[in-house]
């Protein structure tokens, strides 16, 4: 091999990358708070909906869970135009993740309902707390126990998921990258540096992620 | 007047009807306990007492006023004057020991958190668990985890006491450091409706024995007229079938 690494350049261009790593995390987030919300809404409505609702949200989850979220961005970026509404790719890309990951925190929000135990509900109420304390005191503190070791692993396969940006031209990491290395040529230590970040960025979501979750809900999680 | 006061008494589930005719009283300091065979509708009964299950005729008095079990705020007062420790123990899994018997106080009573945590202290230690407050329930035994449960529903300060089989799911060398807790209990002049199948103990403890099957009362007495001179044919059985255990 003749290729004579020139790390220089990347380096050169580490601000500019941190600044897309950012832009990376806020893709990630932004997915995952609505895909959560879409997740309790469908779950709830899977667990407790009458059987139209139980049936829609269903077919919701199967039709997301069974498409490549690329193509769902897609149908969005080029779909949404040709009924008269234009988005900006950004916005595009949160609402395919957006959807796409609402499917799946379906499934993981549900798993969480059915884990209440109904005897540690029936304590609550004997006790005499109302449905709200009920909620909040114990059922919602155990669903969320119970799934967010699942919650954790999903958020960092957003962040990963979330380089399809670089598909419709969205600045995050991937895209970036793609940029810089078109214009300097140093593709594999554009590469090499951008792989380095995703794995610090997914590192220290894993342990801050980690961490909270055994201070807030008690999860035994290992770090690594 | 009855602490107490429970007239035909009826529940179903769906077309079973669990609970036919239940009548029975308990007087103020009275540890009465509950005896049947599997099915009988002894948890039903603690249940519908808790409003936990709705009845579906008679009546339940407590210092003779009659509760509605459809009102929820009538419900709500009963659940502060009435609590029910069950054969699982269902303590709050997300929370410590602590917490699990201060919630209720704090939450719902809304009484000043540093009162009510010295008050669980307090009952924390006649049960016998002074060194276990920051322990989590899936930390503790069985025999622990039941001896908060009993803490838990102490910490409320209620008048009567239910207790559903609340040794059955222990291990043997477990059940006596529960039952001593209950002793110390009945010996404090605690209201108790006790169901259990440990013979020995209700014959120690309870004022009065009543006798279920098939959702009726069939016999009720001291614990030397059930256990020794049964009149009915079917407590007879049982008894004997019991004791012979
Ligand atoms: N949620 C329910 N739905 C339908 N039937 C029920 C329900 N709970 C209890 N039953 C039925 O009611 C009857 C009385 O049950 P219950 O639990 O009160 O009996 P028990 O006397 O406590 O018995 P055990 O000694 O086994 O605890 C049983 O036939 C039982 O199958
Ligand atoms: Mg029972």
Redo the contacts with the bound molecule.
């Keep these: 091999m003749n290729y004579t690494f020139q790390f220089g350049v990347a380096l050169a261009q580490l601000p500019v990358l941190l600044s897309a790593a950012l832009v990376t995390l806020e893709l990630a987030f932004l997915a995952f708070w609505g895909g959560a919300l879409i997740g309790v809404a469908g779950a709830t409505a899977k667990t407790y909906g009458g059987p139209a609702l139980r049936r829609l949200a269903s077919a919701y989850v199967v039709f997301f869970t069974n498409t490549p979220a690329l193509l769902q961005i897609y149908f969005i970026y080029y779909g949404l135009p040709e009924f008269g509404v234009l988005i900006p790719a950004f916005i595009a890309v949160v609402l395919g993740l957006m959807l796409n990951a609402g499917a799946y925190l379906t499934e993981i929000m549900r798993a969480g309902f059915i884990s209440v135990r109904r005897q540690e509900v029936e304590a609550a109420e004997t006790l005499g707390m109302s449905l709200f304390q009920m909620v909040r005191y114990v059922i919602v503190p155990h669903i969320a126990k119970t799934i967010y070791p699942s919650l954790a692993n999903f958020f960092i396969l957003l962040v990963l998921g979330s380089s399809m940006g670089a598909i419709f031209s969205v600045n995050e990491l991937t895209g970036t990258a793609i940029d810089i290395s078109t214009e300097n040529y140093r593709w594999l230590e554009m590469f090499l540096l951008v792989g380095v970040i995703y794995i610090a960025l997914t590192f220290i979501a894993s342990v801050s992620l980690a961490l909270i979750g055994r201070f807030a809900f008690r999860v035994k999680a290992k770090v690594f | 007047m009855h602490h107490l006061e429970i007239a035909s008494l009826g529940c179903r589930?769906?077309k079973?009807e669990?609970l036919r005719n239940v009548s029975l009283t308990v007087a103020k300091g009275e540890v009465v306990s509950l005896i049947?065979p599997?099915?009988?509708?002894?948890?039903?009964?603690l249940r519908v007492l808790m409003g936990l299950t709705p009845p579906t005729r008679g009546e339940v008095k407590i210092d003779g006023e009659t509760i509605d079990y459809g009102s929820s705020r009538c419900v709500r007062t009963v659940r502060e004057r009435m609590a029910i420790v069950f054969q699982q123990y269902n303590l709050f899994q997300n929370m410590d020991v602590l917490r699990n018997v201060t919630i209720a106080p704090v939450k719902i009573k809304r009484r000043p958190r540093p009162e009510v945590e010295a008050d669980a202290k307090r009952i924390l230690a006649k049960v016998g668990l002074s060194d276990k407050h920051h322990a989590y329930p899936d930390e503790l035994s069985g025999g622990q985890q039941q001896r908060v449960a009993i803490a838990r529903a102490l910490a409320l300060k209620p008048e009567i006491l239910l207790l559903d089989?609340v040794t059955s799911a222990l291990d043997p060398e477990l059940v006596n450091e529960v039952l001593d807790t209950i002793r110390g209990l009945a010996a404090d002049g605690m209201t108790m409706l006790i169901?259990s199948h440990e013979m020995a103990f209700v014959r120690e403890v309870a004022s009065r024995v009543v006798m279920?099957d098939n959702g009726q009362v069939i016999e009720e007495g001291s614990p030397r007229q059930i256990f020794d001179a049964p009149t009915s044919e079917r407590c007879r059985e049982f008894v004997g079938k019991i004791l012979r255990h």
Excluded: R
Aim: net charge neutral; glycine share 24%.
């Design positions: 589930y769906g079973l669990v049947g599997s099915g009988s509708g002894k948890s039903t009964l089989e169901v279920m």
